[in-house]
C-alpha cells in the first residue's frame, strides 16, 4: 500500500501542477507510488478538452499504442465500453472477456507487457463531463485484488484531482466562482477525503451519521460537484481543505 505522505504528495503537486511536463512526472510519481505497470487518463467528453475527439493522456509503449488502434481494439475493449457507462470504479477481473476476441486482445496485451489487471475510476462532472482513469498492473490477480481494496481510496481521490488539473492545465477548466465553506462542511469533507466513511465522521465529530450527509450534501452543491469524491477533489483544488495525513 502506497503509505499515505505519498498519496498527499500526489494531490499536491496535482494542485500545484503548471504544464504538461509538470503533469508527465506525476505520472511517473503514481505510477512509482503504486507500483503499477501503466496509468492511462481518458475525456471522453469534456468542453475544450474533447472538441477533436477523445483526449488521451497514457503511459502505454508507442508499439502498443499503434497497434491498438491498427487492430480497432477500441471497438472490443471491455474497459472503454464499461467506462463510457460507469459511475462507480471497477475492477477489470470483473468485466466481460468471454468472446474469442476479447480473449485474444487480453492475450496480445499481455504479450506487450500491457498488464491484463486493472482498475478504472469513472470521473463524472457538471454538464456532462465525463473521463475516466486506469491503472494496470502484470501482477497475479490475487495480489491486485489485495492491492486495489487498500489503494482504492487514494485512487479515487487522485482521479478525481488528476482530471482536475488536467482541465486547469490545457486551459480549459470552467469557470469557479468563489466558493464558501462554513467550518463544519470543511471538517466533513477533510475527512471524508481521508476515505472515512459516514458513519466513522460522524462518530470522530462527534455528530450524527444523518447531519455529516447534509453537510456533504450541502458542501457539494456549494462547490457544483455530482457526489462526494468530486467535492473532495475540488475543495483540494480550491485549497478549501488539505490532502490527507
Do not use: C
Not at 476476441?101 to 506487450?112: I, M, S, T
Not at 466513511?197 to 457539494?220: H, N, P
Amino acid at each position: 500500500m502506497a503509505d499515505m505522505k505519498k498519496a498527499r504528495d500526489i494531490l499536491d503537486h496535482l494542485a500545484n501542477a503548471r504544464n504538461a511536463k509538470d503533469m508527465a512526472v506525476i505520472y511517473d510519481e503514481i505510477r512509482d507510488a503504486y507500483g503499477v505497470d501503466h496509468l492511462v487518463y481518458h475525456a471522453v467528453n469534456v468542453k475544450g478538452l474533447t472538441r477533436d475527439g477523445a483526449f488521451l493522456r497514457l503511459t502505454y509503449p508507442d508499439e502498443w499504442i499503434a497497434r491498438y488502434y491498427t487492430k480497432n481494439y477500441f471497438e472490443i475493449d471491455p474497459v472503454v465500453e464499461e467506462g463510457s457507462r460507469a459511475f462507480m470504479p471497477f475492477n477489470w477481473a470483473d468485466l466481460d472477456w468471454s468472446s474469442k476476441r476479447r480473449r485474444e486482445f487480453a492475450e496480445d496485451a499481455a504479450g506487450h507487457s500491457i498488464g491484463v489487471s486493472g482498475l478504472t475510476v469513472p470521473v463524472r462532472g457538471p454538464n456532462g463531463q465525463h473521463a475516466i482513469f486506469s491503472v494496470s498492473t502484470s501482477r497475479s490477480e490475487q495480489e491486485w485484488q489485495y492491492q486495489m481494496r487498500e489503494n482504492l481510496p487514494q485512487l479515487h481521490n487522485i482521479a478525481h484531482a488528476l482530471h482536475e488539473a488536467t482541465a486547469r492545465v490545457e486551459g480549459v477548466l470552467e469557470k469557479i466562482e468563489p466558493v464558501s465553506l462554513s467550518g463544519r462542511e470543511r471538517d466533513v469533507l477533510q475527512w471524508a477525503s481521508a476515505g472515512k466513511t459516514t458513519e466513522e465522521i460522524g462518530d470522530i465529530l462527534a455528530i450524527s451519521e444523518r447531519t455529516v450527509r447534509v453537510y456533504l450534501d450541502t458542501s457539494r452543491h456549494k462547490l457544483g460537484a455530482v457526489n462526494r469524491t468530486h467535492a473532495v477533489a475540488k475543495a483540494l483544488t480550491l485549497g478549501l481543505i488539505h490532502p490527507p495525513d
